[in-house]
């Protein structure tokens, strides 16, 4: 069988696109994902997303996001962009779009400039891991690595930040810390790992590691978490843009007074395939 694909970025976090409104998901799209997103060995990517009809009152389209493993993930801020402006460039020639997903509900979308979106990601909330005396927001959590003061949030999917006032770590430091807190046993189902380094309080440095992922050059939703948990420790603020610095680019969050969250960046087609699966 031969695979259409198109292949986009959001600030570097690349994904593969195939328009499936027509069949409904790929019935093997979590393997496909493991086995297509392989540098080297694959097309290259950090995961798979289907475009499927939609599911809910209003809606454009369902985004279904597969990680590089092939695990399905519940939200993908740089993904829904890049479906937006799929959707955008295939005939739904609109400034505004609602996008479906399975796990996190409707996200609804604004097109704010050629390839350049601005998704509502509705509320951040803080959530206790499974570690005793854990509160909602907050945790001390200790790998082999040492230990870290985390908050812990979500934003349709689980997030660990990590405050680094001294700077981001290595990339080795990168690896070992981000696989030990995204599979840490206070996370049952795993959780995305954004260390944030505070330039100023209208500016961040980030480094990601998504789990299912590894690192990557952007997260969207871990931007969000990023900005989120510094305005909870004062040092940013809301109702005003936060520029997230990321390996891959550059993206704006602004959280509101009622913790809703908008993120605005690029969404970017690298380029059109076809592969035999």
Known sequence: MKLFFTK????GNDYLFVD?????????????SAVLSRPHYGVGADGLVCICPPVLPGGDACMRMFNADGTEGTMCGNGVRCVAEYLYTHGLHRAVLKIDTPHAGQRILRRVGAGRW?????????????????????????????????QCLSIGNPHCVVPCPDGLPTAAQLARRGAALAEHPAFL?????EFVHPVSPACLTVSVWERGSGATLACGTGA?????AMVLQGICRRSTPIEVQLPGGVLTVCISPDDTVQLTGDAVTVFTGEVTV
């Open 224 to 228: 969000c978490a990023a900005a989120a």
């Open 118 to 150: 601005q998704a509502d990601m509705g509320r951040f909330t803080p959530f206790a891991p499974a570690v005793p005396g854990a509160k909602p927001g907050s945790a001390a959590l200790c790998t082999a690595d040492g230990c870290f003061a985390v």
């Open 20 to 32: 499936c409104r027509k069949t409904g998901c790929l019935p093997r799209a979590a393997a496909l």
């Open 189 to 193: 189902c795993g959780a995305n790992v």
């Open 8 to 11: 986009m970025q959001g600030a």
